[in-house]
């Protein structure tokens, strides 16, 4: 059985998310933790860690990765690609340090049962604390496109 988020942290995280994805880019997400947490797309976000652990997961990536949340939030994200994309991914990673976003991001991403998936049209964003604080990084997507 998995262990659902506290709703604390669901509006606490929710809330920053959205709030650095319109500092950054200009555009709105919801900032209804409920509304997130159940969208049509997926949200993922990590921590500040040397190797980041994904600390959010909404219903949609949860299921597109199979991972309940209780698993989610303890893995490092870099294993989210296989280890032939994950250059690619750390490239883009530091791409988004540096510009502070990212829109229209492709790339090759796995399940944790290894099937492939591709993922378009993502963003990916820098999250921002209210006194401009680096806490990690988010994306949001929902092109996927099945591989064999």
């Known amino acids: 059985m998995s262990v659902m988020p506290d709703h604390k942290f669901l509006r606490e995280h929710s809330r920053l998310l959205a709030e650095s994805f319109e500092r950054l880019t200009g555009q709105r997400l919801p900032s209804d933790a409920l509304t997130l947490y159940n969208a049509h797309f997926a949200l993922v976000s990590?921590?500040?860690q040397r190797d980041p652990v994904f600390n959010y997961a909404n219903l949609f990536a949860q299921r597109?990765?199979?991972?309940?949340?209780?698993e989610f939030v303890t893995l490092p994200s870099r294993?989210?690609?296989r280890e032939p994309e994950r250059d690619e991914r750390a490239r883009l990673l530091e791409m988004v340090t540096q510009q502070g976003?990212?829109?229209d991001y492709c790339g090759?991403?796995?399940r944790r049962d290894g099937t492939l998936f591709r993922i378009s049209h993502a963003t990916v964003w820098k999250v921002l604390d209210a006194d401009g604080q680096f806490c990690g990084?988010?994306?949001m997507f929902s092109e996927?496109?099945?591989l064999q």
Do not use: C, K, N, P
Request: hydrophobic fraction near 50%.
């Open 46 to 48: 990590h921590g500040t």
């Open 64 to 70: 597109l990765f199979g991972y309940a949340w209780d």
């Open 79 to 81: 294993l989210s690609a």
């Open 101 to 103: 976003y990212i829109s």
């Open 108 to 110: 090759v991403r796995v």
């Open 137 to 139: 990084q988010a994306a």
């Open 144 to 146: 996927v496109e099945e």
